[in-house]
C-alpha cells in the first residue's frame, strides 16, 4: 500500500508498537525515516535500528526501549508538526522547546535531519518535522 506521507506512517507505527509493549516493529525504509531513526537512537529514545531486504522492499527494523519491571516506554508521545497540507518553518530564534527541554524536536535543515538542541548550536532553521518526549 502507497503512504503519502511516510514521517506519519513511521510515528504511527513507533506509538501502536508502545503501547503493544512490542519489542520491534518494522517501517517502510526511506532516506528520511532511516535519519529520523538515527536522531531518535542517538537520543536514546530506541534501541536499535537495522535495514532488512532490498531495492524497494526495503524495511527499518525498529527496536523499542522500555525502562522497570512493567515495562513502561521510554518514548511518551510522538506528535508530528509539519504536514504534507502545511508546512512548519523555524528560523533559529523560533526554534521550538518540547516541554522546556526534556523532549526533542526533530527538524529537517539544510544540513541534514538534527534535534532542536543541535540547530540551535550550529544556529540554523528548517522543518520542525515532529516532538518526541
Request: proline fraction near 3%; charge should be positive; charged fraction near 25%.
Given at each position: 500500500m502507497a503512504v503519502n506521507d511516510t514521517i506519519s506512517?513511521?510515528?504511527?507505527?513507533?506509538?501502536?508498537?508502545?503501547?503493544?509493549?512490542?519489542?520491534?516493529?518494522?517501517?517502510?525504509?526511506?532516506?528520511?525515516?532511516?535519519?529520523?531513526?538515527?536522531?531518535?537512537?542517538?537520543?536514546?529514545?530506541?534501541?536499535?535500528?537495522?535495514?532488512?531486504g532490498e531495492g524497494i522492499k526495503q524495511q527499518l527494523v525498529v527496536g523499542l526501549k522500555y525502562r522497570g519491571?512493567?515495562?513502561?516506554p521510554i518514548i511518551t508521545a510522538l506528535k508530528r508538526v509539519s504536514k504534507p497540507g502545511l508546512r512548519v518553518y523555524a528560523n533559529r530564534q523560533e526554534l521550538p522547546r518540547v516541554?522546556?527541554?526534556?523532549?526533542?524536536?526533530?527538524?529537517s535543515t539544510s544540513s541534514g535531519i538534527m534535534t532542536d538542541?543541535?540547530?540551535r548550536k550550529q544556529g540554523i532553521g528548517g522543518e520542525v518535522l515532529c516532538y518526541v518526549w
Amino acid at each position: 500500500m502507497a503512504v503519502n506521507d511516510t514521517i506519519s506512517d513511521m510515528l504511527t507505527r513507533i506509538r501502536n508498537a508502545n503501547l503493544a509493549r512490542h519489542q520491534t516493529t518494522t517501517i517502510p525504509a526511506t532516506r528520511m525515516t532511516r535519519n529520523i531513526a538515527q536522531v531518535l537512537k542517538a537520543e536514546g529514545f530506541i534501541e536499535d535500528f537495522k535495514v532488512e531486504g532490498e531495492g524497494i522492499k526495503q524495511q527499518l527494523v525498529v527496536g523499542l526501549k522500555y525502562r522497570g519491571k512493567q515495562r513502561q516506554p521510554i518514548i511518551t508521545a510522538l506528535k508530528r508538526v509539519s504536514k504534507p497540507g502545511l508546512r512548519v518553518y523555524a528560523n533559529r530564534q523560533e526554534l521550538p522547546r518540547v516541554l522546556g527541554g526534556i523532549g526533542i524536536a526533530i527538524i529537517s535543515t539544510s544540513s541534514g535531519i538534527m534535534t532542536d538542541r543541535e540547530a540551535r548550536k550550529q544556529g540554523i532553521g528548517g522543518e520542525v518535522l515532529c516532538y518526541v518526549w
